[in-house]
């Protein structure tokens, strides 16, 4: 399939991100070959999966391919946008997703990977929560993701500097599951699947889906959504967040005026 991987060992599905000259950027098109492929699994006799890149890359994915994002006056993670379609996905797909994690992870890799189930990355591994950084006004269930994978102090330094915090620090603050050696990354991804995949499926996949339910029921009145909504869209209808999207292609530093 285009851009990825895909293979069953059993019980075990394991997709790998193989489309490396474009950084494993979530593409329309990886995302399409994503989700195919999840589906796949779903209709098959599959009780866990194993989301990687190939062994030893650089750059897990580098996010949203920014080429396809709007450049101005349009939502640009909208309802439909591919990563919004993905992260849903993973987060619905029956079975438990392990992210399994070499190399640099940026924006909204970081959030697909925190979308999966649980996270084993090597400590070598970054995560860098990047909307500041192109001026783009992350989406509500987006922010929703990060809220759940760490406490709102850890969620807010990552979203306003844009740094990269290593693996070590995201497994001491909760962010993810393990840290391991990259010579052992595979052997301890694939003992903890298999494990996973001994017990009950029915009884895994429910609880999945009350976990899912569950940290979703955040209330919002209708107005605090439609406020954050318009907020959201100054941000895409602003100079910066053009000139953001516009720097990128032409690699060089924004220059935000702030408006
Ligand atoms: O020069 P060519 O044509 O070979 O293209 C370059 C990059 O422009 C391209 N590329 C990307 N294309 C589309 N979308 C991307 N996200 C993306 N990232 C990179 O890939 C070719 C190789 O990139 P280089 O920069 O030359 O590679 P390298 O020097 O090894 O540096 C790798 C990193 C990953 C450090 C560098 O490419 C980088 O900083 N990429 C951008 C990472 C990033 O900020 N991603 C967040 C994208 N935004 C989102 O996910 C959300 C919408 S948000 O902005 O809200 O967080």
Not at 9 to 25: R, V
Not at 56 to 61: E, L, Q
Not at 136 to 149: E, L
Not at 203 to 213: C, D, G, N, T, W
Request: net charge neutral; hydrophobic share 45%.
């Amino acid at each position: 399939m285009d851009s990825i991987e895909v293979r069953q060992d059993g019980h075990i599905g394991i997709i790998t991100l193989d489309n490396p000259k474009k950084l494993n950027a979530l593409s329309h098109a990886l995302v399409t070959s994503l989700i195919h492929a999840l589906n796949q699994f779903a209709e098959r006799d599959v009780r866990v999966v194993i989301l990687r890149a190939q062994p030893g890359v650089k750059v897990w994915s580098a996010g949203h391919d920014v080429g396809e994002l709007p450049e101005g006056r349009r939502d640009p993670l909208g309802w439909d946008d591919p990563l919004r379609n993905l992260v849903r996905s993973i987060e619905s797909h029956p079975t438990p997703v392990i992210a399994m994690i070499e190399g640099t992870v940026w924006g909204g890799a970081v959030e697909l990977v925190l979308a999966c189930d649980i996270i084993i990355a090597v400590p070598e591994s970054t995560f860098a929560v990047t909307p500041a950084r192109l001026g783009v006004p992350y989406n509500v269930s987006g922010m929703m993701t990060f809220m759940s994978a760490a406490s709102l102090r850890i969620v807010k330094e990552l979203a306003f500097t844009a740094a990269p915090v290593d693996a070590v620090r995201a497994e001491r603050v909760g962010m993810i599951n393990h840290v391991v050696a990259s010579d052992e990354l595979e052997a301890f991804t694939l003992a903890m699947a298999a494990t996973i995949a001994d017990n009950a499926p029915m009884s895994i996949r429910v609880m999945k889906e009350q976990l899912r339910v569950l940290a979703g029921a955040k209330p919002v009145s209708p107005r605090g959504f439609e406020k954050v909504q318009g907020l959201r869209r100054v941000v895409y209808d602003s100079y910066d967040y053009a000139e953001g999207i516009r720097a990128f292609k032409e690699k060089r530093r924004p220059a935000f005026l702030g408006r």
